[in-house]
């Protein structure tokens, strides 16, 4: 049975002007504890994708289930991290990272204690009361992600969440969340436009193409984990995925 399943998904955003085709019939499913990277070009529609599979938008047609249940009222089933980290300035880390328990009115004191039990494996012991300006770039990243894991949620979707970091920062944050996900058995949609991080983390990628985004290639990764040591040792398997998975992009 499928964590989370998307049946033939179509969005037309009919905001400014004349409407515009994101999404054509999109389909997909997602084991229990599977990671899936989903790769496309720069407007074709991934972050739509995540944005319905949270609530924020309905699709014209199609259905989305959760659990095996069709559901219209997706808002707070699954945790999402958006494109943009939105840690709030002026709240300190610890501060931040309570807000969705704040929002569902959970217990403020217990989600403070919950948060600062994480904080040593989100590799922000000692921050708590730091602001976000006071981070770098990685740490403001981790924090996003202790938020986003505070939501108390098992399915993750994450809007391309190392877009803005460097290569050896990417590299180190990659590992670590490949940690954090086996250690809590998540299920994990994950967005980018790198096609090595989208064979380097996946159980399976997904390429959507240009507007309207469709799914014109699904390739399930042979690559045994941990990774790291396979891709140093056998550098020849990652560049052949490479090459398939840009081949898919072009079209
Ligand atoms: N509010 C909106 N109104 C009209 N069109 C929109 C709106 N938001 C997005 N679009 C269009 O829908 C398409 C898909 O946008 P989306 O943000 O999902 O792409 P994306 O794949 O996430 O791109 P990127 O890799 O740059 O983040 C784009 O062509 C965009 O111009
Ligand atoms: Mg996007």
Do not use: C
């Not at 179509?10 to 990277?37: C, I, N």
């Amino acid at each position: 049975m499928p964590k989370l399943e998307i049946e033939r998904i179509t969005y037309t955003y009919r905001e400014a002007g004349k409407p515009v085709l994101a999404l054509q019939d999109v389909s997909l499913a997602l084991a229990d504890g599977e990671f899936v990277t989903l790769i496309g070009p720069s407007g074709s529609g991934k972050s739509t994708l995540l944005e319905m599979i949270v609530g924020l938008l309905q699709p014209d047609s199609g259905l989305i289930r959760i659990n095996n249940e069709p559901t219209t009222k997706r808002l707070g089933r699954v945790a999402y991290m958006p494109q943009q980290d939105a840690l709030l300035p002026w709240r300190t880390i610890l501060e931040n990272v309570v807000l969705a328990p704040e929002v569902q009115r959970k217990n403020r004191r217990q989600a403070k204690a919950h948060a600062r039990e994480l904080m040593p494996l989100f590799g922000l012991n000692g921050f708590e009361n730091a602001f976000p300006a006071q981070l770098s770039g990685g740490m403001r990243q981790r924090a996003a992600f202790l938020r986003t894991f505070l939501a108390g949620q098992d399915i993750l979707l994450l809007d391309e969440p190392f877009g803005a970091l460097d290569a050896l920062t990417r590299r180190e944050l990659q590992d670590w969340l490949l940690g954090i996900w086996q250690h809590f058995q998540y299920t994990i949609l994950f967005v980018t436009h790198d096609v090595e991080e989208s064979i380097y983390l996946a159980d399976r990628v997904l390429v959507l193409s240009q507007r309207p985004g469709r799914i014109v290639q699904e390739l399930t990764v042979p690559l045994p984990r941990p990774r790291q040591e396979w891709i140093a040792n056998h550098p020849t398997d990652m560049i052949a995925l490479e090459t398939q998975l840009l081949a898919a992009l072009r079209g």
